[in-house]
């Protein structure tokens, strides 16, 4: 069924990088991209958009307003004008046991931190008819830095192709996947909101966060009738001056020219139920990371080439009553870390040129009244062994023993989200989602047991996460 015949229904990650083949495991925060002003500028509840009256899972009407980029219109009022929003994440975080003492995260205790994690503002809306914005800044309290977070600027237009209706469009964004409506990647993955400061594993292919943000692309997409979306486009690193002004590093490296991204995703409606496969690729040549930001390709260069199939399904229910969605996607990568294994390179820091690295994440989620939420994920990292990239050699929690990158991890959240309906309070301007999650691991680094060689296990790692996410 077409969307414009569907009834539209009323209504975060780890974060673990390669740089120059080192392996840093980093929590950091995987913010919901839901905003307000999007329901004040089209006059829909956030439920109308989202599966859970919140961020980032994207209902089709929710597909429909990124996809003809953040400009449809229906609001009314000077709110309706006004693009502006801010959110903060507040978290309570306990691990089953404490942290090393070179693991513990600068200004935080050995365990049980209460803290902020993040607060952000936003920009974002339509600017004219054809023009529509995403920008964000975040202050990262963690890491104690203000960055230029996910930013999407879009130049949109529709029409009729060969008889099909088509419409099309061009992002200027900041990340590998930001294109994508369907919201099934790293990107927008589950977890929604990830721990802060809790142990993560060593490895996740290069689109798992080593490119996010700290990228500029171009992408043009088009979207044939309601069913069949393909996008192509390129990105480069941002310029050194750039990413110290917005709180960004290189990550793998400077790229040595434009890194291919592309992605085709079909998508079938039926009932109340809707369902969707993509895949994607992105291919990545990187001079090797000497510091934060300074790279050096006199050694060679390191490459990176990831496909990816994602899939999707959702029930939207009747009035809401019951919501029930799957996602998820497989990466396959392949590195060639050419300068960051030579053996002239003083900076080694591969064992082996040729890598490989597989990543498989799949979630479910349950809504009652899109209010009481229930989310289990699962998450399996596995790859040829690299003592040189994956064995730190300190007892922070970090290391591989094994040199291996395998780990693996299930997450079992509960959640409420009082707000965000069509009866809410003061809609659309006070929203919040209560969570409880928990992160069972059995498999870190390469290992159930002993996986650091310093006798850490894998479960050592399992954390209890309270959060409060809020949005004005």
């Known amino acids: 069924m077409e969307l414009s015949k569907l009834r539209i229904v009323t209504r975060s990650s780890r974060l673990a990088l390669s740089v120059s083949g080192i392996a840093l495991a980093a929590g950091s925060f995987q913010p919901a991209k839901a905003v307000p002003s999007f329901a004040a500028q089209t006059g829909a509840a956030c439920q109308a958009c989202h599966i859970g009256a919140e961020g980032p899972q994207l209902t089709p009407y929710g597909r429909n307003f990124k996809i003809k980029g953040y400009t449809l219109t229906g609001g009314e009022g000077i709110a309706s004008k006004v693009h502006f929003a801010l959110w903060t994440q507040e978290e309570f975080s306990s691990i089953k046991k404490d942290f090393p003492p070179d693991g513990i995260t600068p200004d935080f205790a050995k365990n049980n931190n209460a803290f902020i994690n993040a607060v952000s503002l936003f920009y974002s809306g339509r600017i004219t008819d054809n023009v529509g914005v995403f920008l964000q800044a975040t ?20 029409g009729r192709v060969l008889g099909h209706d088509v419409d099309y469009g061009v992002s200027f964004n900041n990340a590998p996947g930001w294109s994508d409506p369907y919201n099934s990647n790293y990107l927008w993955g589950y977890p929604y909101i990830s721990n802060g400061i809790a142990p993560a594993p060593n490895a996740a292919p290069i689109l798992g966060g080593a490119v996010q943000d700290n990228s500029l692309g171009i992408v043009s997409y088009a979207w044939v009738d309601q069913h069949i979306y393909v996008d192509f486009g390129g990105y480069e690193s941002q310029p050194p001056g750039y990413m110290k002004v917005f709180g960004e590093t290189y990550g793998p490296g400077s790229s040595t020219g434009i890194e291919p991204w592309g992605s085709l995703t079909y998508a079938w409606f039926w009932g109340n139920s809707n369902a969707h496969l993509g895949s994607h690729f992105f291919y990545g040549r990187f001079n090797p990371t000497t510091n934060l930001r300074s790279t050096d390709g006199q050694f060679g260069h390191d490459s990176y080439g990831d496909i990816m199939l994602s899939n999707g399904y959702q029930y939207l229910g009747d009035d809401n009553v019951n919501i029930f969605t799957i996602d998820g996607f497989y990466d396959f990568e392949t590195q060639h ?109 390469g290992s159930g047991k002993n996986y650091d060689g310093f006798g850490r296990n894998a479960s050592d790692n399992n954390t209890t996460l309270l959060y409060a996410w809020t949005v004005f």
């Open 139 to 158: 202050w990262d309290n963690v890491g104690k830095v203000l960055q230029q977070d996910n930013s999407d600027i879009r130049v949109i237009g529709a």
């Open 337 to 445: 870390l050419k300068g960051s294994s030579s053996a002239f390179n003083p900076n080694q820091s591969s064992s082996r040129a040729a890598n490989r690295l597989n990543e498989f994440h799949e979630w479910a989620t349950y809504y009652y009244l899109d209010t009481y939420g229930v989310v289990i994920g699962w998450d399996k990292i596995w790859g040829n062994r690299n003592p040189l990239l994956y064995n730190t050699g300190a007892d922070d929690s970090s290391g591989s023993i094994k040199g291996s990158p395998n780990s693996t991890d299930w997450t079992f959240e509960v959640n409420w989200v009082p707000f965000g309906k069509e009866e809410s309070w003061w809609r659309p301007f006070v929203n919040l989602r209560l969570g409880l999650q928990y992160t069972l691991y059995t498999q870190f680094n």
